[in-house]
């Protein structure tokens, strides 16, 4: 094993496990980068089920008009549940995951900048996670509101709306610190020869997002803490009684809220970036276009928010600016979009479980991003806000577009996490199930949107009927692939073919100069880059 | 090289604190930043009603004057409009009045009857509010501001530039509390 070293990697390996606590205190105490990130992964996918549990239970009820299985205001609790849970309990873990334990390996540092905290960021997450699902249990339920908490219903809820805005906080804090690390990281930790501009993309997009995360995190902390005093210490800044105005909460809630889809869909697009050229057999097309992309997006995200609530009452004026700047965001979109098709065109493509993903993720965000296109328009918007449309729309970008992402990161490097071969027939399995599910319950959305069908709601009229039925199906087939999926992934830890350093005969960069597992400790020497191990 | 490092580290962990504590604060900030945003631009003011009513039939194209005349039929009082023209488009809504006062010493009701010149114009007049509508008791030696709303229609004919609306006070016979002897009636 130590054979295939390159300079460095791995020469403390024997010597460390020595002191190392084992069992549960190996994972609460540690402070290796692997080891959290394994961590972090193993969390999102858990939330992950709980929300996708959550999720089955909407679309159960909605299977048929009329109340069936659960009370209207347990269907507004779940909907927000699977909200909370699915943003801050899933996705943005599982990417924070991916960057704990790709980004040493990529830039070729020993670990994280700041190891201790990492474990710190890490461990708030489970008590924020049985905070929020706790709050089921509470006299009056869990939060109702749906995600975006807007009041006055969220200052008018129970304890359970408490509950919530306290697992926001503690979120909040787990994001801020865990970006601050990966920032310090990028910035500090980077091996000698690797400037800004050689570095993976991957590493790019998670510092862009980690200057959002810094950004916008506390606003949000800001905002529902507002919340919170509104609803126990007497102030009015969204009670309408006292003089507030609950509109502010929209503003502030989505200048937070928007670079938020970046802060989910940036790091997304950052695997995508090495999921493609390795299985294109190409570099990257336009490297450092990608780069002024990603960072045009996260800026121009700032401007946008408004275009989330063009029917509170705002001037003409104000609805055609924000109409203006989100169309423009398209500009930078289509420039990565058409890079990853550029870095396909003429490659020796192979469709590899990872590939597929990635395909799938070009294909179905692609369309989400016109329909966000469609929506960002203010005339049409008025007719679609609160629809399933909207629901149609972001369920393309987050789950086919973020998840099916994390996805391909999870099959491209599982053979350096585990050192084996993921079992290749049941892994295009488990994309063909989602692929196909993942359309058959979002796609019919759009038309019950189109027709009018409100997004947030138990019941509905006659006519929405079978395509409800047609989404409740593809909801349930979409779920249950997904138990495949878990145990692909456990069949490759126990099992399977050993994996080589560079499992990929496409795949650059350094974290493929590792063996396969990858030590414990690696690069505590940084490497000697050449011009080969460059940006992938 | 690692003492270097792990200040540098600081460094950064120290500034990426501040931001995040700043951004906190924005949060804050934008409370008073909007309201001072709505305050300069007149958006969503919660506590003044909004816009007063505008009536968007306006035809700002012509304008019409109206003059004001009032005539007293063996009543004992003084009775004048407050202004004696004004210029008005068709479809606006205009607030005039008219002063009277009982010159007697004695209580005395009468009723106003409106005219019009020339006569077509009385079909294009609409009055919303007018002193006109019902009898008018004055007190002995009371003065009153009585006013008239009206809208001339815009269906009025284009050649008609002015219109003369006339009041005449009559006094309403039986309703005098006073004495029918100290009553005069000149020409009766």
Redesign the interface.
């Known amino acids: 094993m130590e054979a295939t070293h390159v300079h460095g990697a791995g020469h403390a390996h024997g010597g460390d496990h020595a002191h190392h606590p084992k069992g549960i205190m190996r994972w609460i105490t540690t402070t290796n980068h692997k080891d959290i990130g394994t961590m972090y992964l193993w969390f999102s996918f858990t939330m992950f089920l709980v929300g996708g549990v959550m999720a089955l239970i909407l679309r159960a009820e909605l299977f048929q008009p009329g109340l069936q299985f659960v009370e209207p205001e347990f269907f507004n609790q779940m909907i927000t549940l699977h909200g909370l849970i699915m943003v801050f309990g899933a996705i943005m873990p599982a990417f924070v995951g991916f960057a704990n334990w790709m980004i040493p390996l990529m830039i070729g540092a020993p670990d994280m900048a700041f190891a201790r905290m990492n474990n710190w960021s890490f461990w708030l997450l489970p008590p924020a996670g049985i905070l929020l699902t706790a709050s089921m249990f509470v006299p009056g339920g869990a939060a109702g509101t749906g995600w975006t908490l807007y009041p006055p219903l969220s200052i008018q809820m129970g304890i359970g709306m408490d509950m919530a805005i306290f697992a926001i906080h503690i979120l909040g804090m787990s994001s801020i610190m865990g970006s601050i690390n990966i920032v310090t990281t990028i910035l500090n930790l980077r091996a000698p020869g690797m400037t800004l501009m050689r570095m993976p993309m991957f590493c790019w997009t998670w510092l862009i997002t980690g200057y959002l995360l810094i950004a916008v995190m506390p606003v949000l902390a800001g905002a529902v803490t507002m919340l919170l005093t509104d609803r126990h210490f007497g102030t009015s800044f969204f009670n309408a009684a006292g003089g507030g105005d609950p509109v502010l909460f929209q503003h502030i809630f989505w200048f937070f809220g928007h670079p938020e889809v970046y802060i989910i869909a940036l790091p997304a697009f950052g695997v995508v970036s090495h999921v493609i050229p390795a299985f294109a057999r190409k570099p990257l097309f336009g490297y450092t276009s990608m780069v002024y992309a990603i960072a045009a997006i996260a800026l121009i995200s700032f401007i946008v928010w408004a275009h989330h609530m063009y029917v509170v009452g705002m001037p003409v004026a104000g609805q055609l600016y924000f109409m203006y700047a989100t169309i423009l965001i398209a500009v930078p979109t289509g420039v990565k979009v058409f890079n990853w098709v550029a870095t396909m065109w003429r490659g020796s493509l192979t469709f590899e479980t990872p590939m597929l993903f990635a395909l799938g993720f070009l294909f179905l965000f692609t369309i989400g991003g016109f329909t966000g296109l469609v929506l960002s328009n203010t005339a049409v918007d008025v007719q679609l806000q609160d629809t399933y449309y909207v629901v149609a729309h972001f369920h393309y970008v987050m789950v086919a577009g973020a998840l099916f992402s994390a996805f391909a990161a999870v099959y491209y490097w599982l053979p350096k996490w585990t050192g084996h071969m993921y079992d290749e027939t049941l892994g295009k399995w488990h994309f063909w199930l989602s692929f196909i599910f993942f359309n058959i319950a979002f796609f019919p959305q759009h038309f019950l949107g189109l027709a009018g069908m409100p997004r947030r709601i138990p019941d509905y009229a006659l006519q929405f009927t079978d395509f409800n039925q047609v989404s409740t199906i593809g909801a349930f087939g979409f779920g249950l692939s997904q138990l495949l999926f878990l145990y692909i992934v456990l069949k490759t830890i126990r099992s399977g073919e050993k994996a080589a350093a560079k499992p990929w005969e496409g795949a650059t960069g350094l974290e493929w100069t590792v063996p396969s597992p990858a030590p414990y400790h690696t690069f505590e020497e940084p490497p000697v880059l050449t011009e080969a191990k460059g940006h992938a | 090289m690692n003492e270097k490092?792990s200040a540098?580290?600081r460094r950064?962990?120290v500034r990426?604190?501040v931001?995040?504590?700043l951004?906190?604060?924005?949060?804050?900030a934008?409370?008073p930043m909007?309201q001072k945003f709505c305050e300069v631009?007149g958006?969503?003011n919660?506590?003044n009603a909004d816009d007063p009513l505008r009536n968007t039939q306006v035809d700002t194209s012509r304008t019409v004057t109206v003059e004001f005349d009032a005539n007293l039929h063996g009543l004992p009082w003084s009775f004048k409009p407050g202004q004696s023209s004004v210029e008005v488009h068709p479809g606006e809504l205009v607030h005039v009045v008219y002063r009277v006062n009982n010159t007697r010493d004695y209580p005395v009701t009468g009723q106003a009857i409106p005219s019009y010149g020339p006569q077509l114009a009385a079909a294009h007049f609409r009055k919303l509010e007018c002193f006109c509508f019902s009898r008018q008791t004055l007190a002995a030696g009371e003065s009153r501001e009585m006013p008239v709303v009206f809208v001339i229609d815009p269906t009025l004919p284009k050649d008609v530039n002015t219109i003369t609306l006339s009041y005449t006070f009559f006094e309403v016979a039986g309703t005098v509390a006073e004495p029918a002897q100290k009553m005069t009636r000149p020409g009766a």
């Open positions: 490092r540098d580290n950064v962990l990426m604190l931001v995040a504590g951004m906190f604060g924005f949060g804050y934008m409370v909007y631009t958006i969503n919660l506590l």
